[in-house]
């Protein structure tokens, strides 16, 4: 009897057929191995890559390098040993593509170093599988029940507008089958009425002007904390007989009184008034006192917002510049746009620095984070890069001294930002950016250009991630020309494509009338018309005046 053969399987081989690319990563040194399947996920040719892992940020979008940042810092500080992430890559014609990365610590027996071996593959098609599949059952859930609906639209809410604006639409009688909404908040001892819909709610409407603890629907359900059904008109004027009057010519059959209770305390009261209705089930009840918990949880919300937004705003003002420079040769202006309404307060900043000589420094940035945090940490930034301007630093060099000192502060944040030295006589821009948008130009003539402006990586990550510092790209101001800088705030949409809304950007600038504070008003307004004002906006405007 002879010994079959043992079946022959060629790693190598596998892998390859099924695309997957094998890497090693010394993070002592930066150096990051890939084989030729991997340079193929990452649509690099071999002459393209120098084997850094800085090399590879050619491909890897911001957004994703700080992400992957975070995986690499829990391994240098032994968090991990391992780690697994979706990611996305810029493919060479600019489209974006799904990859996913697997990685394994080996660490030296002798304590001495690590490196990482693992490898990366195209995840596109299992992604938008998935993405196909959740999107399905997103549907089937909108379907199964309106109230759901309305209370996704409560939790977009950021104000107590909104609110009233979800529950007073005529959306939320259609799915909630009442002919009238009533929806008041107690304020100073009373039930203050801010919204109110239907036919049927003119009689609801004079329920509620008494103080709390008068007799009234609303306010016997926010001092008891339990809801109020009524499906017989009579019971209801049994128990409010000076209302009686008012029901004589009202078609109502049945009403459902609410109230609406955030953390243990009433903040307010819905009535849902109906026309044919005749009875509540215990399904209609639960339903019901889930969506008043919903409407509970938004207006609390809404309130906090609404109290916070000042000292929010003032924090914000506070920390960036109060008064612009005059300049010789030149006018600027500024705007900022500060998030829909809500406790939000971003990190987008502006400054403008005199230098001397007829040079001035301006600089736009966006530190990452929308909370009181993100704002200090603005402040600190912009006023070190304003002493590094100072000091005489070249862009390039303000742009280093600044990543470092964002590091050192060990925040977990970084920040994005264009620095430009211009001379106003001359009109020569020296311009460094770290991750930011780059800048227009509205010519004389009346045509807009993008500046393309050499892009290094944003300020606070390690100096070994950009060994090279950061590079800077000069270019030519002429006279009569306006430049813009600007934050993401102005131009991008949730699930849209970065070049419409720079496209947009450039058309309204283009559009524009030529005084330049008008200008602006008309590129802010114009586009926030388009926009849903989920995060802050800033722009300046530096025109440089003719001979």
């Known amino acids: 009897m002879t010994d079959r053969p043992q079946p022959h399987v060629d790693p190598v081989e596998a892998m390859t057929a099924t695309g997957l690319g094998c890497f090693e990563w010394d993070p002592a040194t930066g150096r990051f191995t890939l084989d030729e399947c991997g340079l193929t996920v990452f649509?690099?040719?071999?002459?393209?890559?120098?084997?850094?892992?800085?090399?590879?940020?050619?491909?890897?979008?911001?957004?994703?390098?700080?992400?992957l940042f975070k995986l690499v810092e829990d391994i240098r500080a032994g968090r991990s040993d391992s780690y697994s992430s979706y990611f996305r890559i810029r493919r060479r014609d600019g489209s974006m593509r799904w990859t996913h990365?697997?990685?394994?610590?080996?660490?030296?027996?002798?304590?001495?170093?690590?490196?990482?071996?693992?490898?990366?593959?195209?995840?596109?098609?299992?992604?938008?599988?998935?993405?196909l599949r959740l999107m399905a059952e997103d549907d089937r859930q909108r379907q199964e029940t309106a109230l759901g609906e309305v209370a996704r639209a409560l939790g977009e809410a950021l104000s107590v507008e909104d609110v009233v604006a979800v529950l007073t639409g005529d959306q939320s009688m259609r799915r909630l089958g009442a002919q009238g909404i009533t929806l008041g908040v107690v304020d100073q001892g009373r039930v203050k009425l801010v919204g109110a819909v239907g036919r049927v709610n003119v009689r609801v409407r004079a329920m509620h002007q008494a103080r709390l603890t008068e007799p009234r629907p609303l306010n016997d359900v926010v001092r008891s904390g339990e809801p109020a059904f009524f499906t017989s008109r009579e019971v209801f004027a049994s128990r409010y007989p000076d209302l009686a009057d008012q029901l004589t010519d009202s078609l109502a059959t049945a009403a459902a009184f609410l109230p609406l209770t955030a953390q243990?305390?009433?903040?307010?009261?819905?009535?849902?008034?109906y026309e044919g209705k005749r009875g509540f089930s215990s399904e209609d009840r639960t339903l019901l006192t889930t969506l008043a918990s919903a409407i509970a949880q938004s207006l609390q919300?809404?309130?906090?917002?609404?109290?916070?937004?000042?000292?929010?705003?003032?924090?914000?003002?506070?920390?960036?510049?109060?008064?612009?420079?005059?300049?010789?040769?030149?006018?600027?202006?500024?705007?900022?746009?500060?998030?829909?309404?809500?406790?939000?307060?971003?990190?987008?900043?502006?400054?403008?620095?005199?230098?001397?000589?007829?040079?001035?420094?301006?600089?736009?940035?966006?530190?990452?984070?929308h909370d009181t945090e993100a704002a200090a940490i603005m402040g600190q930034l912009r006023i070190a890069m304003n002493a590094y301007a100072a000091e005489g630093h070249n862009s390039a060099e303000v742009l280093g001294r600044a990543s470092t000192f964002l590091a050192e502060l060990h925040a977990d944040r970084f920040a994005t930002c264009l620095y430009l030295q211009v001379s106003l006589a001359t009109g020569q821009v020296r311009a460094a950016n770290a991750g930011h948008?780059?800048?227009?130009?509205?010519?004389?003539?009346?045509?807009?250009?993008?500046?393309?402006?050499?892009?290094?990586?944003?300020?606070?990550?390690?100096?070994?991630?950009l060994p090279a510092g950061y590079?800077?790209?000069?270019?030519?101001?002429?006279?009569?020309?306006?430049?813009?800088?600007?934050?993401?705030?102005?131009?991008?949409?949730?699930?849209?494509?970065?070049?419409?809304?720079?496209?947009?950007?450039?058309?309204?600038?283009?559009?524009?009338?030529g005084r330049l504070s008008a200008l602006a008003d008309h590129v802010r307004d114009t586009l926030a018309v388009r926009l849903e004002a989920e995060d802050d906006a800033a722009l300046l405007l530096l025109h440089r005046e003719g001979p």
């Open 471 to 513: 590079p800077h790209t000069d270019f030519h101001l002429a006279p009569g020309d306006t430049l813009l800088l600007y934050t993401d705030g102005l131009v991008e949409r949730p699930g849209e494509d970065l070049e419409l809304g720079l496209a947009r950007l450039a058309t309204a600038l283009a559009d524009g009338p």
């Open 437 to 465: 948008l780059p800048p227009l130009v509205r010519h004389a003539d009346g045509t807009v250009g993008r500046i393309e402006v050499a892009t290094g990586l944003p300020l606070g990550l390690p100096a070994g991630w």
């Open 101 to 131: 990365t697997q990685g394994q610590v080996i660490r030296d027996p002798r304590g001495e170093g690590l490196r990482v071996v693992g490898v990366v593959r195209d995840a596109t098609q299992e992604l938008s599988h998935s993405a």
């Open 301 to 369: 919300r809404a309130m906090l917002v609404d109290q916070s937004r000042e000292i929010a705003a003032g924090l914000q003002n506070a920390m960036l510049p109060r008064h612009l420079p005059p300049l010789p040769g030149a006018e600027l202006t500024v705007r900022y746009r500060t998030a829909r309404e809500g406790v939000w307060i971003g990190g987008d900043w502006y400054d403008v620095v005199p230098l001397g000589g007829g040079t001035v420094g301006v600089a736009i940035g966006d530190v990452q984070g």
């Open 43 to 67: 649509d690099l040719r071999p002459d393209e890559y120098d084997g850094m892992a800085a090399g590879l940020s050619q491909r890897i979008p911001v957004e994703e390098v700080i992400r």
């Open 264 to 273: 243990g305390r009433p903040i307010g009261a819905l009535a849902l008034v």
